[in-house]
């Protein structure tokens, strides 16, 4: 089975300079998450997505960053413009999610390999 | 939500087992306890969750406290390859799954 795909897998940009990281989830899968984990931190929920539909991103920085799901997919997390604090890896993951309004209590989450942004 | 916690870092030799404990007094009775781990330039893997009753599955065991206020994972034979940072963390089991990560465990293995 295909895992998480991330891409690109290392990014440097200039502070102030815009960037856009792309995942592909697990086929089937109806929730996407993208995270940030600063470095020697755990990682930290940016935002959710049930299919196309945002769960929450009440800790996505929304002036700066934006992502979006198209036809409930793949999904792209943009940060524009970018900030010398937002260095960090992000990491998508996928999970089977909410099926017929049924959560299953033995889903579990599957991520990518991340993708490392240093900004200079 | 409900909170966990664990210490910093642990050791232990290779091909010992290793007890990670977590303590989350806090916990609802309806909330699962997952584990998570992280390897080194990798994303976090699943490892094991329960729910009251003690798990076990090829990677790791979970013992649960009868009160369920701690939880300890087991590492039956540690490898160099289990050198990570370990997660626990709780969930509802309603809703969204949704996964809080704190600074977890970094667990070194001694050759």
């Known amino acids: 089975e295909a895992g998480v795909a991330q891409s690109p897998r290392y990014k440097i940009i200039e502070k102030r300079q815009s960037v856009a990281f792309w995942c592909n989830p697990i086929?089937?899968?109806?929730?996407l998450y993208w995270y940030q984990q600063i470095l020697g931190q755990g990682p930290k929920l940016l935002i959710q997505f049930q299919n196309n539909g945002v769960v929450d991103d009440s800790q996505l920085p929304k002036d700066r960053f934006s992502a979006e799901r198209l036809k409930g997919v793949d999904s792209t997390l943009k940060i524009q413009p970018a900030k010398l604090e937002d260095s960090a890896v992000y990491l998508c993951?996928?999970?089977?999610?909410?099926?017929?309004?049924?959560?299953?209590?033995?889903?579990?989450?599957?991520f990518g390999q991340g993708t490392r942004l240093t900004v200079v | 939500d409900a909170k966990t916690t664990q210490p910093n870092s642990m050791e232990s030799n290779e091909e010992e087992p290793v007890h990670l404990p977590c303590n989350h007094s806090?916990?609802?009775?309806?909330?699962?306890i997952h584990w998570y781990r992280q390897l080194p330039s990798q994303g976090p893997e699943y490892v094991i969750h329960g729910l009251t009753s003690n798990v076990n599955n090829r990677m790791a065991s979970l013992a649960i406290a009868e009160d369920r206020k701690s939880s300890t994972l087991i590492l039956h034979r540690a490898t160099l390859r289990d050198a990570a940072v370990y997660y626990c963390?709780?969930?509802?089991?309603?809703?969204?799954?949704?996964?809080?990560f704190g600074k977890g465990t970094k667990l070194s293995v001694i050759p």
């Open positions: 993951a996928s999970s089977l999610g909410v099926v017929t309004g049924h959560r299953f209590p033995n889903t579990e989450a599957f």
């Open positions: 086929s089937g899968h109806a929730t």
């Open positions: 963390i709780l969930d509802s089991g309603a809703g969204s799954y949704q996964l809080t």
């Open positions: 806090t916990i609802s009775g309806t909330d699962y």
